[in-house]
C-alpha cells in the first residue's frame, strides 16, 4: 500500500509567519514530489514540484525533501491570509498514478 | 492559458443510472488521469490513461468505471449503475510527461447521486 502521510491540521500561524507543512510516503520507489494547494470547493492547484535532495526555492515557498528519510516539506515564508487552504502533498513513482495525502488545512490569522 | 476544461459542472442522478463524465485535457499533453474527492476527504487516484489505453488503476476503479478517449480532445469517465457512495468531486488532470512533470487540474464536476 502506498502511504502518504500528513498533519491534517488545522494549522494555524500569525500573518508574516513561516508555515511549515509536512509529508512522509512509505513507497521507497517513489520520485517525483508535488505540493498542492485547494481552496474550499476548488481544484487543486500546483505549487511546486521537486525531485532531487535537498531544497528548492520558489519565490515565498520552499519545498526540502528528503528521500533517505521518506520525507517532504513545504516552507512558506512572510505568510499571508490568502495562503489560508488545504494543502496536498502528493507523490508519484515511476509508474503514473500520483498519490494525494489527506491534506494539511492552513489557517493565516491577520 | 491553457487548462483542462470539465462538463458538467454539477450532475444530479438517480442510484442504478449511468453517467459519463466529460474532460477536454490540455491539448498537447499525453497523460490523462481521473480522481476522486469525496467532500472532506483525500483526493483519490482513479485511473490513467496513456496512448489510448488505461495505464494505471486503483482499487477504487473497479468494472463500475471505464474511460475513454472517444476522439481526439475527449476523455471520459463513465459510472455504472452509480451507488450513493459514488457521489462525490470527480477531477480530471492531464500532463504533458509521465517523469518530471506536474499535473493539471481540471475544475471538477460534482457527481450527486441520489
Known amino acids: 500500500q502506498k502511504e502518504v502521510e500528513q498533519n491534517s491540521g488545522p494549522l494555524s500561524v500569525p500573518e508574516g509567519a513561516i508555515a511549515s507543512l509536512n509529508c512522509t510516503y512509505s513507497?521507497?520507489?517513489?520520485?517525483?514530489f508535488f505540493w498542492y494547494r485547494q481552496y474550499s470547493g476548488k481544484s487543486p492547484e500546483l505549487i511546486m514540484f521537486?525531485?532531487?535532495?535537498g531544497d528548492k526555492e520558489d519565490g515565498r515557498f520552499t519545498a526540502q525533501l528528503n528521500k533517505a528519510s521518506q520525507y517532504v516539506s513545504l516552507l512558506i515564508r512572510d505568510s499571508q491570509p490568502s495562503d489560508s487552504a488545504t494543502y496536498l502533498c502528493?507523490?508519484?513513482?515511476?509508474?503514473?498514478?500520483?498519490?494525494f495525502g489527506a491534506g494539511t488545512r492552513l489557517t493565516v490569522k491577520p | 492559458e491553457p487548462e483542462v476544461t470539465q462538463t458538467p459542472s454539477h450532475q444530479v442522478t438517480q442510484m442504478g443510472q449511468e453517467v459519463i463524465l466529460r474532460c477536454v485535457p490540455i491539448?498537447?499533453?499525453?497523460?490523462f488521469y481521473w480522481y476522486r474527492q469525496i467532500l472532506g476527504q483525500k483526493v483519490e487516484f482513479l485511473v490513467s490513461f496513456y496512448n489510448n489505453e488505461i495505464s494505471e488503476k486503483s482499487e477504487i476503479f473497479d468494472d463500475q468505471f471505464s474511460v475513454e478517449r472517444p476522439d481526439g480532445s475527449n476523455f471520459t469517465l463513465k459510472i455504472r449503475s452509480t451507488k450513493l457512495e459514488d457521489s462525490a468531486m470527480y477531477f480530471c488532470?492531464?500532463?504533458?510527461?509521465?517523469?518530471?512533470?506536474?499535473?493539471?487540474f481540471g475544475q471538477g464536476t460534482r457527481l450527486t447521486v441520489v
Open positions: 513507497d521507497r520507489g517513489s520520485q517525483s
Open positions: 502528493a507523490v508519484t513513482a515511476n509508474n503514473n498514478d500520483m498519490r
Open positions: 488532470a492531464s500532463s504533458e510527461l509521465i517523469e518530471d512533470t506536474e499535473a493539471f
Open positions: 491539448s498537447n499533453h499525453l497523460y
Open positions: 521537486i525531485y532531487s535532495n
